[in-house]
């Protein structure tokens, strides 16, 4: 989906541009730049491609390696938001809160689930990602733009609302700021943003983390269980910010001041995502494996694909596994509802924007 109020507010993403927020003119096809006189292709698949010229010093392994990434994660579908993807949209719903006068973008926004889950919701909805890893459904419904958020392809106060989750442990200090000024520039004044990330602090928990965390690795390594895309999506985690006053300091420095914070200690998480759902994937994965050999000799080339989507697709509203994966995000949330006062690494924050235009 290319709108055309998305057409009409686009920016070049060039460095000596973006400062300027110099809007891009359609001709012949394509986006041009009237100050630099750069083009850009006015959609691709659904989405606009406005990546800066340059390329930075750090670059996101999702960007570097985006076919190992393309191939190993599961981001054609989106499923409904439950275990630990739920307890996000609830922590965007409740301390977000986006309504129908806002204009919200996900600064990072992967495959554009939290976006399509709250689209409904406000008036206009954009996702910015560097990797276009773009669900189906992102594509058809929602204005999705392929663009590095330390340039960001917008004009100032374009927003009244922005989002970024599990985006900022992947940036070096320097990258991390730079995210954060134009998260500020792209803000109106006043602006709210729901940030949820984590830095190097431990909790009084960790000792129940850690040893699922150990357990999980453990099972993997003998085969039981199968940890390739959760070792593959935090194999760049950089955690520039070690401790919460640090990251409270940073947000001040960028012109962010903290409204509410909760600490996700993760408890039950650590013990029904790192644990009891990869046993049941490696469970069904067995089953499914041993059936499609009986039928056609040896497993299929896209059989891990068709396994993924069914398992969402057995997650029809109402149903057991609907049930199941419902009652298990509500135990993870206790993770919030009951220790999200103490200091943990993950965080969720709610920012306002300070400061003129």
Request: charged share 25%; aromatic share 8%.
């Amino acid at each position: 989906m290319i709108s055309k109020r998305l057409l009409d507010t686009v920016t070049c993403p060039a460095p000596e541009c973006v400062p300027l927020g110099v809007r891009l003119e359609e001709r012949n096809d394509m986006l041009v730049c009237s100050n630099c006189g750069r083009s850009y292709p006015p959609a691709q698949d659904g989405y606009l491609d406005l990546m800066p010229p340059a390329e930075r010093e750090h670059t996101s392994l999702y960007v570097s390696h985006s076919d190992e990434f393309e191939a190993t994660l599961d981001y054609r579908r989106i499923g409904p938001p439950v275990l630990g993807a739920g307890v996000r949209q609830r922590a965007i719903r409740r301390m977000l809160k986006p309504g129908p006068h806002d204009s919200l973008v996900e600064l990072g926004c992967g495959n554009g689930k939290f976006l399509v889950w709250n689209r409904r919701r406000v008036d206009w909805a954009v996702g910015v990602d560097p990797a276009p890893l773009f669900a189906d459904e992102a594509l058809r419904s929602i204005d999705l733009v392929r663009a590095d958020a330390r340039a960001l392809p917008f004009p100032a106060a374009t927003f009244t609302a922005a989002m970024s989750i599990d985006v900022l442990e992947h940036l070096p200090l320097p990258d991390f700021k730079a995210y954060l000024g134009e998260a500020h520039r792209v803000l109106a004044p006043g602006g709210r943003m729901l940030i949820y990330s984590n830095t190097r602090e431990g909790s009084r928990l960790d000792f129940v983390v850690r040893g699922a965390r150990l357990l999980s690795r453990k099972l993997a390594s003998v085969g039981l269980i199968d940890d390739t895309r959760d070792r593959l999506r935090k194999s760049d985690h950089v955690k520039a910010v070690e401790t919460y006053p640090q990251l409270v300091e940073v947000l001040g420095e960028c012109g962010f001041r903290v409204e509410r914070v909760v600490f996700w200690n993760g408890l039950f998480q650590s013990i029904i995502e790192n644990l009891l759902v990869k046993l049941v994937e490696s469970a069904l994965r067995m089953r499914r494996g041993q059936a499609a050999r009986a039928h056609t000799g040896a497993a299929s080339a896209g059989g891990e694909d068709r396994l993924r989507s069914s398992m969402r697709g057995a997650m029809r509203r109402g149903g057991p596994a609907w049930i199941a994966a419902r009652l298990l995000t509500e135990l993870m949330w206790l993770d919030l509802a009951l220790f999200g006062r103490w200091r943990a690494g993950p965080y969720f924050v709610l920012v306002r924007r300070e400061g003129g235009r």
